[in-house]
């Protein structure tokens, strides 16, 4: 009752499941010295769709989340609030309608459900995986704007990716192969260059050696960050396979082991870390829909891909300054909660991770990200129309453009631009691409 001190927004129903389960996995390790009715309430409130209402601040991640679990303890113990199909209500009235009691509180209770890192990990694993999502749509619509501009192929050639030795860059620079393997606007550069109908002369003159980085860097830029992720993977599955509660009651050595295992500081540095990759996504989504904006970068799109009359429509205008305003609360929010750690606890927790801050920041950063990838991808649709493109693309990219253009018809003339973006926006966050 004295940790449930949380302020601010009820956090998303989501990231709380998540945190359930987390805990439930953590307690089910056997360390924690609860009593067995415990996890099968938890359970219960899983399988019931019954989720504890937990406000967003309040962890500094050392003793754990013990705020936010606080609360969620609060509510196993048959007091506080929770959200049932959307509705928020009293903990019993949703006990009540569900036949279930609240748990029965012994000797180690009270400790062992509010110390540990299950809140921050549960909501890094639900990062983990639309950070996943999200890098591999960035692959998917840097290979559409390579097929816009109608690149030379050796970009993301085996050859070249080869000698750079990161595994990352190697695997973005694979998938784009396997995505565009079919199209029919990516050229190679040694049958252009050595075409005899062309001079040198006029090749140099008429043609683009090299396109900018935002195009032809996309393997080097995206391969950091999908091994940034695989590397926040292996760390969150160890964490959420972990028992993180102190103290450890072992039966192997018959002890108890007083310790720091509920310190956060895994989770918050990789979240840190996770946080930055998507921001710096989200600086390539914005300059490649700058690309697309400027007319005098593109040399073959209008003004804001305005497909319409200028001065009378302005396309995509508006929409590129919300992704710049989006792009740039992004790297606000990048600074590392990992760093911010301010004692307390009269001064017992003298240094913390802010666990919690660094996941739940990068959970708004990967929902501004999607924000950011959405309106790129309405600009890429338009600017396929405008080209007239389509027939000649990959199967691969031409499906995408199928299905953003199933959810918003092509336009001349200017439309109200929100619904659309939040229409994709959320068609993104729900369909999860395959590697």
Not at 25 to 41: A, E, W
Not at 52 to 81: F, K, N, R, W, Y
Not at 154 to 160: G, I
Request: aromatic letters at 8%; a negative charge; glycine letters at 8%.
């Amino acid at each position: 009752r004295s940790h449930a001190s949380g302020t601010g927004d009820p956090v998303k129903p989501l990231y709380v499941r998540a945190a359930l389960l987390t805990l439930l996995n953590q307690l089910m390790k056997g360390f924690s010295g609860l009593h067995p009715c415990t996890v099968t309430l938890i359970t219960d409130l899983l399988n019931a769709g019954i989720t504890p209402l937990v406000p967003g601040h309040g962890g500094v991640g050392a003793s754990g989340d013990l705020v936010q679990l606080a609360h969620i303890a609060l509510v196993l113990i048959g007091e506080g609030e929770v959200f049932v199909d959307g509705n928020r209500m009293p903990t019993r009235e949703a006990f009540a309608a569900r036949g279930l009691e609240p748990a029965g509180i012994y000797i180690r209770e009270g400790l062992g459900l509010i110390n540990g890192t299950s809140f921050m990990t549960g909501t890094g694993m639900v990062n983990l995986i639309h950070a996943t999502n999200l890098i591999r749509w960035s692959i998917l619509v840097s290979s559409m704007m390579n097929e816009i501009v109608c690149s030379f192929d050796d970009y993301f050639s085996k050859a070249l990716n080869a000698v750079k030795l990161h595994p990352g860059q190697q695997k973005v620079a694979e998938a784009i192969r396997n995505l565009l393997h079919d199209s029919r606007l990516i050229r190679k550069r040694e049958d252009h260059f050595f075409n005899h109908n062309n001079h040198y002369e006029k090749y140099i003159a008429e043609d683009k050696v090299q396109e900018y980085y935002s195009l032809r860097c996309t393997p080097q830029i995206i391969g950091p960050i999908l091994d940034t992720a695989e590397q926040a993977g292996k760390v969150l599955l160890e964490e959420v396979n972990s028992s993180s509660d102190n103290p450890v009651v072992s039966r192997e050595h018959d002890n108890i082991f007083h310790g720091g295992n509920f310190h956060g500081d895994y989770v918050s540095f990789e979240m840190d870390k996770l946080k930055i990759a998507m921001t710096k996504l989200s600086m390539l989504f914005e300059r490649q829909i700058n690309y697309l904006m400027n007319n005098r970068l593109n040399e073959k799109l209008p003004p804001f891909v305005n497909l319409g009359v200028p001065g009378v429509n302005f396309g995509m205008q508006g929409a590129q300054f919300t992704a710049t305003s989006t792009t740039a609360e992004n790297q606000t929010l990048s600074y590392p909660s990992y760093l911010h750690s301010i004692p307390n606890n009269n001064d017992n927790q003298d240094i913390v991770s802010m666990g919690t801050n660094a996941a739940q920041l990068t959970a708004q950063v990967i929902d501004n990200t999607y924000q950011v990838l959405a309106i790129e991808l309405l600009s890429i649709v338009q600017a396929i129309d405008c080209l007239k493109i389509e027939p000649r693309m990959s199967s691969a990219t031409r499906e995408a453009y199928t299905g953003i253009r199933q959810l918003v018809p092509a336009f001349v003339e200017d439309t109200v631009k929100y619904v659309e973006i939040n229409r994709i926006k959320d068609y993104l966050c729900s369909q999860f691409l395959k590697p």
